[in-house]
C-alpha cells in the first residue's frame, strides 16, 4: 500500500525567504506526481504535475524536482510571499492505478511580514 | 480551464438526517470522478471512485450503504450521506479529470452534523 508522507507538517518563515517542502513515498511505481495547495476550507488547486519520467517542473517561483528511485520530490518556493501561506499537499498515482491519488500528509506554511 | 462545481460549500444537520452532495464538471465530461473525504488536520482520503453508468468502487473501509453514490449522467456525480452522525463531520471533495495527466477538483463541502 503506498503511503506518502510530508516533512515538515508545519513552518513559519519570514517573508522572502526560500523555502523546501519535502515528499516521500513508499512505492515508486507512479504514474506522476502533483504538488496542490489548499486553503482554509477551500478546494486545492493543482501546482505542478511530474510525470514519472521527468526530473523537475517549473512554474513561476515554483521548482518541484523527482527522484522516483528513492521515493522522493520536494518543492522549492522561491523568495517566499504571505500570500504563500496555505497547506501544501503533494500526491501520487500509481502505474495501472488510473486517476486515484493517494495524497501527503501535508505541510503548512505560513509566511510573515 | 476545466471546472468543476461542487455544492453545497457547507451543509448543517441534525443527526439521522441524510445530505446530498452533487460534482459538476462543467465543460467536460468526466467518465469518473472521485470523491475523498478529509478530517480536520488530516490529509485527504479517497473514499470511492464513481464511474458514470456504473456501481461506485469503494475504497476499503467506506461504507457503501451509508455514501451512496450516484453517476447518472457524464457530467454530474452525488455523494448522499445517509443517517448522518457527527462522525460523519468532515470536509468532502470531488475530483473530475478529461485525461490521465489532469484532474481537476470541485471547491469541497464541510459538513457538520449536530
Known amino acids: 500500500k503506498q503511503e506518502v508522507t510530508q516533512i515538515p507538517a508545519a513552518l513559519s518563515v519570514p517573508e522572502g525567504e526560500n523555502l523546501v517542502l519535502n515528499c516521500s513515498f513508499t512505492?515508486?511505481?507512479?504514474?506522476?506526481l502533483q504538488w496542490f495547495r489548499q486553503d482554509p476550507g477551500k478546494g486545492l488547486t493543482s501546482l505542478l504535475l511530474?510525470?514519472?519520467?521527468?526530473r523537475e517542473q517549473t512554474s513561476g517561483r515554483l521548482n518541484a524536482s523527482l527522484d522516483k528511485s528513492s521515493g522522493r520530490s520536494t518543492l522549492y518556493i522561491a523568495a517566499s510571499q504571505p500570500g504563500d501561506s496555505a497547506t501544501y499537499l503533494c500526491?501520487?498515482?500509481?502505474?495501472?492505478?488510473?486517476?486515484?491519488?493517494?495524497f501527503g500528509t501535508g505541510t503548512q506554511l505560513k509566511v510573515e511580514l | 480551464g476545466a471546472v468543476v462545481s461542487q455544492h453545497p460549500s457547507w451543509v448543517i444537520c441534525k443527526s439521522g438526517t441524510s445530505v446530498k452532495i452533487e460534482c459538476r464538471s462543467l465543460?467536460?465530461?468526466?467518465?469518473?470522478m472521485f470523491w475523498y473525504r478529509q478530517f480536520p488536520k488530516q490529509s485527504l482520503m479517497l473514499m470511492a471512485t464513481?464511474?458514470?453508468?456504473?456501481?461506485?468502487?469503494?475504497e476499503q473501509g467506506v461504507e457503501k450503504d451509508k455514501f451512496l453514490i450516484n453517476h447518472a449522467s457524464l457530467t454530474l456525480s452525488t455523494l448522499t450521506v445517509t443517517s448522518a452522525h457527527p462522525e460523519d463531520s468532515s470536509f468532502y471533495i470531488c475530483?473530475?479529470?478529461?485525461?490521465?495527466?489532469?484532474?481537476?477538483f470541485g471547491s469541497g463541502t464541510q459538513l457538520s452534523v449536530l
Open positions: 512505492d515508486s511505481a507512479i504514474y506522476n
Open positions: 464513481s464511474n458514470e453508468g456504473s456501481k461506485a468502487t469503494y
Open positions: 500526491a501520487v498515482s500509481l502505474t495501472g492505478g488510473g486517476n486515484k491519488l493517494t
Open positions: 465543460d467536460f465530461q468526466a467518465t469518473t
Open positions: 511530474i510525470q514519472s519520467s521527468q
Open positions: 475530483s473530475a479529470s478529461r485525461t490521465r495527466e489532469k484532474l481537476f
